[in-house]
């Protein structure tokens, strides 16, 4: 019977500002993935909730706490050559201004531009999902 991959857990975060742009940050250039541009968060660590992590990466990664209340899961990717499942959180309410504390670059993009980006392939699917529901949305 064939075996799956152990899946490594990944969460990530789409922070939007008032007017629904969305922040995306570009990895350093020797990572895995160098030079493309991705949702801000990191690997789920062993004994950590989901949530949990999210807020830590994302303190680490953009120096901001964001609201627990406001975390909204929204989808997830996965794909059959790779062990990442990136679980993909809405957020609308956080504390601190973002900073690149981790990514060679952090900006905003409208959900039509994120489609433009050089990204990870599994944040391709993701990122059409946020600008289709931005289109519902308006
Ligand atoms: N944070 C984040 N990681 C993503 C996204 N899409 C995606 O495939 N990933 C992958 O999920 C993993 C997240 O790992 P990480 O951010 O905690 O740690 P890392 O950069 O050191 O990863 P690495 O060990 O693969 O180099 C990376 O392999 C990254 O390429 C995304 O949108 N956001």
Redesign the pocket.
Known sequence: MPRFPTI?P???VALMDGEGAVLM?Q??AH???GG?W??????VEAGERLEEALIR?IGE?LGIALAHDALVPFSF?SASD?P?V?M?YTCLRWQGEPQALDAQAIAWFPPERLAGLA?????VP?AAALHKAAKRAN
Do not use: I, N, S
């Not at 991705?38 to 690997?43: C, L, N, R, S, V």
């Not at 990204?119 to 944040?123: C, F, K």
């Open positions: 490594v990944v969460v990530a940050q990895r350093p990572k895995h993935h493309l991705e949702f801000p968060g990191g690997k990466e990664e990717a790779q990442h990136v993909l990204m990870p392939p599994l944040d993701l």
